[in-house]
């Protein structure tokens, strides 16, 4: 079967950095998305990454590897309007968006 | 703001009642999409439709019947559901672009189920 995997939830303090990781098994991959979600609101789309390595965005960064089945999201200089809950998604050899259950990131002052 | 809109934002309904969600997106997008997100589980694809035809119907009961009128519009009309319906359920839009085919979310409809 496919399948992600990132962790449930994660804690950071502001002004930190912090890696949310995901992996994934899937049939075939065209694509790796990251999704953030505050509370209550739309998931809005952060990243994408279809090569390996690092793709920056201002205080976030993607990175792949899809050799490992492998990815992580970066975010740096924390704000309080980071916390949120961090989706996972890959597009597989049919072009099908599989997810992960998400990563609730919460942070500290 | 996304340029997706749900109505409503929340929707009480008992388990013999007929209700619909609405959906409108002003991006101009070519495909439509309803999701199902349920606490600490993955996103579940229930539907999607593209240029306004159904291409993909991923085993969803049929208490649940999606109607897309226009390339701007999706409904999805509900009756007689059971309690473990309760969710929150989100629609999408993306246009085709054969590369990064983002997609745009609307902030869902949280639906009990009583």
């Known amino acids: 079967g496919q399948n992600i995997d990132q962790p449930t939830e994660m804690t950071a303090t502001e002004g930190a950095i912090v890696q949310i990781n995901c992996t994934y098994q899937?049939?075939?991959?065209?694509?790796l998305f990251w999704y953030q979600q505050h509370a209550g609101e739309a998931p809005t789309f952060l990243s994408y990454n279809v090569l390996d390595g690092l793709e920056e965005k201002g205080r976030f960064s993607s990175f792949l590897s899809r050799s490992k089945g492998y990815s992580y999201l970066l975010l740096k200089e924390l704000q309080m309007k980071d916390s949120a809950s961090y989706l996972c998604a890959v597009r597989d050899e049919d072009y099908q968006l599989i997810w992960g259950a998400g990563t609730k990131l919460i942070i500290k002052p | 703001e996304t340029g997706v809109t749900q109505t409503p934002r929340h929707l009480v309904m008992g388990m013999t009642n007929k209700k619909s969600l609405k959906c409108e997106q002003h991006l101009g997008h070519n495909a439509m999409y309803w999701y199902k997100q349920s606490a600490k589980k993955p996103l579940e694809l229930m539907f999607v439709y593209s240029l306004e035809e159904r291409v993909e119907n991923n085993s969803v009961p049929s208490r649940f019947s999606p109607e897309c009128p226009n390339s701007s519009h999706l409904f999805l009309h509900l009756h007689t559901l059971q309690p473990e319906d309760s969710a929150l359920y989100l629609c999408?839009?993306?246009?085709?672009?054969?590369?990064?085919?983002?997609?745009?979310f609307g902030s869902g409809t949280q639906l009990s189920v009583l």
């Open positions: 999408a839009s993306s246009q085709a672009t054969g590369d990064v085919e983002k997609l745009f």
């Open positions: 899937t049939s075939g991959f065209n694509g």
